[in-house]
């Protein structure tokens, strides 16, 4: 089971790295999709795997509604960033690198403090808690924006799990998700009208 | 019948059936009487109590609705906040249509103040941070309109606070172990400092208040005057919620010189920042940081006066943003921009409107006879006792904002010789505005006229009410 938690902090890395360097929003959404089931297996540890699904299932109502809101709206032409590796990505990664040195430092301090609780949800949760503040400190997209801010939740409710397993709690957090979903669709397509309009 | 049912639910409900009206004018008149009638019952209907209504009918309101085990009441303690919240919420509907955004405001504004309330009255408090994260992502809507394309401001206000969420989540579950332990002081510090953290995010405490600014100067004064009245007034409240229930944090030896010193900063950066602006929106924002500014003072001076300077704030505060933000829209939408170059020499083309902004601005800032003045005066009264650098910083901001109050006034007379007087400007605009300011003269003429609805606020809180 340990090896298993320890695959999905593995996971939960590899998909918060890839979001933070990925221009692409396709793969941005995929990864936000896989990160859920890291998510889905740290909880179910606190939780019955009924309850730990309704993570999964949220979150990947989530991507889907970010996916198909993203999908029909025009293509945007790429940009030369995308296609400069050098530029930005390497920042990211240095970036990356140090906040999960900060991880490492700090996970047995937290684990100490809160009684009950493994190192892998530790992990995985700030790794999700870090990294997400790193790419809302880096973007001023409304897609980007949402999905770090859903990867943050989708971190502190690793942690909360541990602590809280009211019915309610998950039923309104699972809303909050819902909710930032179609408020990341709704920002999506504010404007468009407008910019096709112009560009006529 | 309960008291969580009309005061919630109805508003609830109103909120859906807001959309339907296709005329500005009459969702605007509709909200706003619904709110002036929720206001009404709230002061007038007792709660709890049977009301005789015939020889063989009496009506009891209950006080509690229990959903999914939890339970949600409305004290008759909780009945001056409702009207005060539901009256102050009539004004603002009422303007909405002169403002040009009352399709927007009435629905989504009845529904966010509703949610707000369940937050207050929510059992257990904790789950209050999740339903006030429910009311700021419904108030995304109304701060970016569908057709324009969402700005800088919008995306730092839904960031900023989303993440108040967690940090209270956590502390309430922290603060439960501290009820428990009370002398585990490593917890009680945590749940001290998360807590804070949380409340940083949400109140927009120094320096996490910069989309206020950038939001004010994107999207429509009057919805971002909405969401600057309401969001800071409920988070205080719930704040208040955590003091009166956790004693020890009542008692905590830092909370006062916590609360002073998070107030002075936003008191003294806003003033300074708001000296240099050359935008009549970000001037407003920063004035609005100015008065949760003042709010936090008002909290730090909670063992001398109790909460009756926080309270004596609410309504001048609520009234001067109403007032400016009604003018900054109208302005808006008939000139297009607020900056300095736009407006100069206005006064000629709008006397009563840019009137409003100056009344607004000048009373914001405690000018004697305007409504700001009692409350800011019995402030620093209290600031003073606590020390000669404690009332400067204070007065450094408010000689900031009176600076950009100077240097608003120069450029607004600075009008071409030949230029004649006009009257710009709808009848409605200009009588409301005409309204507004003689209420904010009234206030600060006789304050004694809020006294009613002051003096069972604090009863609110019974452990902080003395």
């Known amino acids: 089971m340990q090896i298993i938690s320890w695959i999905a902090v593995f996971l939960i890395f590899v998909s918060t790295l890839s979001l933070l360097i990925t221009w692409d929003w396709r793969w941005s959404l995929v990864h936000l999709a896989l990160l859920y089931l890291g998510v889905f297996w740290l909880t179910q540890i606190h939780w019955t795997i009924s309850m730990a699904a309704i993570k999964l299932v949220t979150g990947w109502m989530v991507a889907t509604i970010l996916g198909i809101t993203r999908a029909a709206l025009d293509p945007e032409p790429a940009s030369a960033l995308e296609h400069s590796w050098s530029h930005g990505r390497l920042f990211r990664i240095l970036a990356a690198a140090l906040a999960f040195l900060l991880v490492i430092s700090v996970t047995p301090t937290i684990v100490k403090l809160l009684p009950g609780i493994g190192i892998p949800e530790v992990a995985g949760s700030l790794i999700l808690m870090v990294m997400s503040l790193l790419l809302l400190g880096l973007t001023t997209e409304p897609l980007q924006a949402v999905i770090g801010l859903l990867t943050f939740l989708a971190g502190f409710e690793i942690i909360y799990a541990a602590v809280e397993n009211a019915t309610l709690v998950a039923a309104l957090l699972a809303t909050i998700n819902l909710g930032l979903a179609l408020v990341g669709a709704y920002l999506l397509t504010a404007g468009t009208d407008e910019e096709r309009g112009a560009t006529e | ?466």
């Open chain 2, 1 to 466: 019948m309960n008291a969580p049912l009309i005061w919630i639910g109805i508003p609830l409900i109103l909120a859906i059936l807001l959309w339907l009206p296709s005329r500005t004018k009459v969702t605007a008149f509709l909200g706003g009487i619904s709110a002036l009638f929720l206001a009404a019952s709230a002061w007038f209907i007792p709660i709890d109590t049977a009301i005789r209504i015939s020889d063989a009918l009496s009506l009891k309101i209950a006080v509690s609705i229990d959903i999914l085990g939890r339970q949600i009441s409305i004290t008759p303690a909780d009945k001056p906040l409702l009207a005060l919240l539901y009256g102050m919420a009539a004004i603002w509907f009422f303007g909405s249509s002169a403002a040009g955004i009352a399709r927007r405001l009435v629905p989504l504004g009845m529904g966010i103040l509703a949610l707000f309330i369940a937050s207050l009255s929510v059992k257990p408090f904790l789950y209050a941070a999740l339903i006030i994260e429910t009311a700021i992502l419904i108030a995304i809507p109304l701060l970016s309109p569908p057709e324009k394309k969402p700005g800088r401001g919008v995306i730092r206000f839904l960031i900023y606070q989303t993440l108040a969420m967690p940090f209270i989540l956590f502390a309430g579950w922290l603060l439960a172990g501290v009820e428990s332990s009370p002398g585990d002081i490593e917890l009680l510090t945590q749940a001290a400092t998360l807590l804070a953290l949380g409340f940083a995010f949400l109140l927009a405490i120094f320096p996490l208040y910069t989309w206020i600014p950038i939001l004010m100067e994107e999207a429509s004064p009057y919805a971002v005057g909405f969401i600057l009245w309401l969001l800071p007034s409920v988070a205080l409240l719930f704040a208040l919620g955590f003091l009166d229930r956790y004693a020890w944090l009542r008692n905590f030896a830092q909370l006062p010189a916590a609360l002073r010193f998070a107030g002075l900063l936003m008191v003294g950066t806003a003033g300074v920042w708001a000296a240099f602006e050359r935008h009549l929106g970000r001037i407003m924002g920063y004035a609005a940081i100015v008065n949760t500014g003042f709010s936090l003072l008002a909290l730090s001076l909670l063992h001398d006066s109790q909460l009756s300077a926080f309270f004596l704030l609410m309504v001048p505060q609520g009234l001067g943003l109403a007032i400016w933000s009604l003018s900054l829209s109208i302005l808006k939408l008939r000139e297009g921009s607020l900056n300095f170059k736009k407006i100069q020499g206005m006064i000629q083309q709008y006397p009563i409107i840019i009137s409003g902004v100056l009344v607004a601005h000048f009373s914001a800032i405690g000018l004697p006879l305007l409504a700001g003045f009692p409350p800011i005066l019995a402030l620093f009264e209290g600031l003073a006792k606590e020390g000669l650098f404690t009332a400067s910083w204070a007065a450094l901001g408010i000689v900031g904002l009176l600076t950009s109050a100077f240097r608003t006034l120069a450029v607004v007379v600075m009008s071409p010789k030949d230029s004649t007087w006009e009257m710009r400007g709808s009848w409605l605009q200009n009588i409301l505005i005409g309204i507004g300011i003689v209420l904010i003269l009234l206030l600060g003429v006789f304050p004694h006229l809020i006294y009613p609805i002051l003096v069972n606020l604090p009863a609110t809180f019974e452990h902080l009410s003395g």
